[in-house]
């Protein structure tokens, strides 16, 4: 069985930085291309990035250049997000997500998510 | 603002059938593929439909999916008390050669 396991929520302060890990289980993390997205509280799902194990490379969204960093340990089979310059509206539960079985666009793996809080 | 449209609610009773719609653009829908999850609160999303009307293997046909043009939707028949939850679709952008998203829809189970 195929799980995706993220860190614990945590509370930062404007201008630090969060480093949130997915540790996959049940599958090797170097067939997978890691999705990272967020839902601020009341709002919408938003992509901010993924990254590509075949050529090694982060994909991020706009909105998040500059600001987020995505890296992956394959010896551990977990996967990183960081964000700096945190903001309030920063506050959001992230999540990452991938595709084993489907083919398309669609990710059928989801981690349960993890609660950052960004408050001074 | 989601880039994806979605109302915020939806009802029925139990039975019924509820249909939730997602708007989007040529760049998104117009060009790809929709995907349709369940989500509660605190739980990881679960994938319903994919590629448009696929089911994946485990949810029931009670649940399909079709898209037109820059539309979406999403059907539940024979409403069920644990079908409360939120909905939401997704596509991709060709723009950003990323997914985009819609707000969720909340169903309520009258």
């Known amino acids: 069985q195929v799980r995706l396991v993220q860190s614990g929520a945590e509370v930062k302060k404007p201008g630090a930085s969060v480093k949130v890990s997915c540790l996959v289980s049940g599958y090797s993390l170097t067939e997978l291309t890691m999705q990272w997205v967020r839902q601020a509280p009341g709002k919408g799902l938003e992509w901010m990035g993924n990254f590509d194990p075949e050529d090694g490379e982060p994909l991020y969204a706009p909105e998040f250049q500059g600001r987020v960093t995505m890296t992956e340990d394959t010896s551990t089979g977990t996967a990183y997000m960081e964000l700096s310059s945190l903001r309030s509206d920063d506050t959001a539960v992230y999540y990452c997500a991938t595709a084993i079985i489907v083919t398309g666009t669609a990710f059928d793996h989801w981690s349960q998510g993890a609660l950052v809080t960004v408050s001074s | ?110």
């Not at chain 2, 653009?25 to 990881?44: D, E």
């Not at chain 2, 293997?57 to 939850?85: C, H, K, M, Y």
């Open chain 2, 1 to 110: 603002q989601s880039v994806l449209t979605q109302p915020p609610s939806a009802s029925g009773s139990p039975g019924q059938r509820v249909t939730i719609s997602c708007s989007g653009s040529r760049s998104t829908i117009g060009s790809n593929t929709v995907n349709w999850y369940q989500h509660l609160p605190g739980t990881a999303p679960r994938l319903l439909i994919y590629t448009n009307d696929q089911r994946p293997s485990g949810v029931p046909n009670r649940f399909s999916g079709s898209r037109s043009g820059t539309s979406a939707s999403l059907a539940i028949s024979g409403l069920q008390s644990e079908d409360e939850a939120y909905y939401f679709c997704q596509s991709w952008d060709d723009s950003v050669n990323g997914p985009v998203f819609g707000g969720g829809t909340k169903v309520t189970v009258l």
